[in-house]
Every structure is written in structure tokens, then in C-alpha cells.
């Protein structure tokens, strides 16, 4: 009964920590995009909602410690994407498309293999490009509302020096103080407490599918799953990649509507329930993750109050939580983009286009920046290792299933 009692508060952390190192992100992302504050809200609910469904099914389906969470580096995306032609409808039309392909990668090998085949410096360097701005946001709320940031900033390296997994967390702690003491109460009326869905009928808009859908498909794949995977296998687990992506494409879809953007593995959270420290029998860590699903589905009861508080507090104070949230996939992006000297001129360009967020026939930078790195590399005629490796590691473990 101890150790399950372990697992369980394993899985049950690992839900606190994914929902507050990165909720600021996906709401600052859904308000960029067009969403009305009820709408980012249920957008949070339904993400928190499918997280928790599909956690708890794959871990009894396949007695695994398979976590899900929501896209960050897509949320990441939105905010450095803002307002696409046709509004929050056209994003959610690009929603649902994302969930589609998706799903498709997942029925076949050839989409989730040219994703594979995307050089991983370039891969890197978009991912880096795209958030590169929402990291600097620490220092202009620095600028801005010293009072607010720098209390918020110390915590978070302090955090970060003892323990790494609650410096978000508990910056966001710091911060809710700060906004409560400081706050003006302007804007808590337009939010809704009570958890509420509002569903909004999608449209499809060319601009939006080429500035959202492709490219939060690619950041999803290539920047969340295939290093979810990686990460599992470290433990020892070689979970069917293709069913996974298939049931977290239908989750996608059935939370786009409400404002979910995607699904997607966990990396983060799958280090925290697949450990040994979960379980001592890896045959049983699967109990973290339907405690993580559980977890989850309770938080999304709260998703109401974090868009109050979002509401309450500067803008830049929000985004700067967010930066603190994304410093580290900013560093790993980086240093991916730059490791390997074959093909990092491809690499640099695509960080510079992507993060200079330029938009060109009402396409973001994020799509440009792709198209540059790999016009570049075909023109130096060197063209970086793709990344493969983990996918071609589960080959065998998707073709028993």
C-alpha cells in the first residue's frame, strides 16, 4: 500500500507541476490568437479534460507510465503567431486540422517519417526562434513592474539552484501573491469563475492552416512526442508510437472545438512517473499516470480562476512567468540548433526568420523560418542528420501492434 500510495502522489505532483509551469503559456497563447477570456478559459478546461481521459486510458490499455500533457511549444507558437485572418474561429479550424494530421501520422509511417527527416538543427532552431521572444519577458516586466518581477525572478533562481522541478511552480506562487496585493481587481468581472466550456464552430482559413496547423503539427511532433518517446525509452519502455499518436490526435480533436489547441507525450512529466522513484516495480508505475490523469482532470475545475488571475495581472507580468516557464527549451533548442557544425548556417538562418516574426501573405515566421533553413541547406549542399533516431528505436515495438 506505501509504494502505490507513492505512485500515486508521483503522478499526482507530476499533474501540479505540468498544469502551473506552463498554464500562463497556453492562455497568453489563446488570447493571442483571438480568444475572449471565456474562451481561453475553456480552452484550458478542455485540454486539462482530454489530458486526464487519455492518461488514464493508455496507462490501463497498456500498463505503461505514458504521460500526456498539452503542447507548450505550440502555445509557445500562438502567442508569437497573434491574430490570423478570420479570428479565434480560424484558429480553432487550424486546430482540428493539426488534430487531423495527427491522427494521420498515427494511421501512417510516411507523415510521422518526413517529420522524422527534418534536419534537427533546423527543427531546433524554429522551435528556438519561436520562443525566443517570449523569453526575453522576464526582463522587460523587470523594466516595467519591478515591484511585481523581481520578487518573481529571485524565487525562480532560487528554485532553480535547489530544486529545479518547483522554480516555475513556485515563481507562479510569488506571482499570484504579488498580483493579489498589488492587483486592481480591474477585469475579474469579465472572467468566469465556475469551470464552463464554450464551443466555437471552426472555419477554415488558408492563412491559418499555414501559419497554425502546419507548424504547431510539426512542433508537436518533432518538439513534444519524439522526445516523449525518447524519454521513455530511458526507462526502459517502448510504448507503440503510432497508436499514440492516433488517440492523441482524437483527443486534439475533440478539445479543438472548445478551444483546445493539441495534445501531445509528455516529456517532462514522463521523466516524473516513469522513474525509478515512482515505483520500485516498473510494472506498476502505470498507477502515476492515471493519478497524473485524475490530477488533471481536477485542476481543469480551476480553469476559470486562472484566467481571472491572468486578468488581474500586467500582461508582461503573465508573459514573464511564461519566459521563466520556456528558458530551459530554449536552451536545449539552442544547443541543438548549433551542436553539430554540418549544417548550422541552415540552422542560424532559420532562427534569425523565425524569430525576427515576420509575416508574408498572412503566413507566419514559423512556416518562413522552415522554408529558409531548408533552402539554405539544399544550397550549401549539406544537409544536417535528420531526426530519426528515436523513431527508427520503436520500429519494432509499433509493428507488434
Not at 475545475?301 to 500586467?314: D, T
Request: aromatic share 4%.
Amino acid at each position: 500500500m506505501g509504494v502505490r500510495m507513492q505512485a500515486v502522489m508521483a503522478g499526482l505532483v507530476s499533474a501540479v507541476v505540468g498544469y502551473a509551469s506552463s498554464f500562463t503559456v497556453v492562455l497568453a497563447g489563446l488570447r493571442a490568437i483571438g480568444a475572449t477570456p471565456g474562451q481561453a478559459a475553456s480552452g484550458l478546461l478542455a485540454l486539462c479534460c482530454g489530458i486526464g481521459a487519455t492518461a488514464i486510458f493508455l496507462g490501463l490499455r497498456y500498463r505503461m507510465p505514458i504521460s500526456i500533457a498539452w503542447s507548450t511549444p505550440g502555445a509557445a507558437l500562438l502567442l508569437a503567431t497573434g491574430p490570423v485572418p478570420g479570428g479565434f474561429p480560424a484558429a480553432v479550424g487550424a486546430f482540428v486540422v493539426c488534430a487531423a494530421l495527427i491522427v494521420l501520422a498515427g494511421l501512417s509511417p510516411w507523415p510521422a517519417r518526413a517529420i522524422a527527416a527534418i534536419p534537427r538543427p533546423i527543427a531546433s532552431a524554429m522551435l528556438a526562434g519561436v520562443i525566443l521572444s517570449l523569453c526575453t519577458a522576464p526582463v522587460r516586466a523587470v523594466v516595467d513592474v519591478p515591484l511585481l518581477a523581481v520578487p518573481v525572478v529571485l524565487t525562480w533562481a532560487v528554485l532553480q539552484r535547489y530544486v529545479r522541478q518547483w522554480a516555475v511552480p513556485g515563481a507562479l506562487v510569488v506571482a499570484v501573491v504579488a498580483i493579489a496585493v498589488h492587483g486592481t481587481g480591474g477585469g475579474l468581472s469579465s472572467a468566469t469563475l465556475r469551470p464552463a466550456v464554450e464551443l466555437t464552430v471552426p472555419t477554415l482559413s488558408l492563412s491559418a492552416l499555414v501559419s497554425i496547423a502546419v507548424p504547431l503539427f510539426l512542433v508537436t511532433l518533432a518538439a513534444q512526442n519524439v522526445p516523449g518517446m525518447a524519454v521513455m525509452s530511458t526507462y526502459g519502455y517502448a510504448p507503440p508510437l503510432r497508436p499514440l499518436l492516433v488517440t492523441t490526435g482524437l483527443a486534439s480533436a475533440v478539445a479543438a472545438p472548445f478551444g483546445g489547441h493539441a495534445l501531445n507525450l509528455a516529456a517532462i512529466t514522463a521523466a516524473l512517473t516513469a522513474g525509478p522513484d515512482t515505483h520500485p516495480d516498473p510494472g506498476r508505475r502505470w498507477i502515476a499516470t492515471v493519478a497524473l490523469g485524475a490530477g488533471q482532470l481536477a485542476l481543469g475545475l480551476g480553469a476559470g480562476l486562472a484566467m481571472a488571475l491572468v486578468l488581474l495581472s500586467p500582461p508582461v507580468l503573465v508573459t514573464a512567468v511564461a519566459g521563466l516557464a520556456l528558458l530551459s527549451a530554449l536552451g536545449s533548442s539552442l544547443a541543438g540548433a548549433v551542436t553539430e557544425p554540418e549544417g548550422r548556417e541552415a540552422a542560424v538562418v532559420t532562427f534569425v526568420v523565425t524569430a525576427s516574426g515576420m509575416t508574408i501573405l498572412s503566413i507566419g515566421a514559423a512556416f518562413w523560418g522552415l522554408v529558409a533553413g531548408g533552402l539554405t541547406a539544399l544550397l550549401l549542399h549539406r544537409r544536417p542528420a535528420p531526426v530519426k533516431a528515436d523513431q527508427e528505436r520503436h520500429e519494432v515495438a509499433e509493428q507488434r501492434t
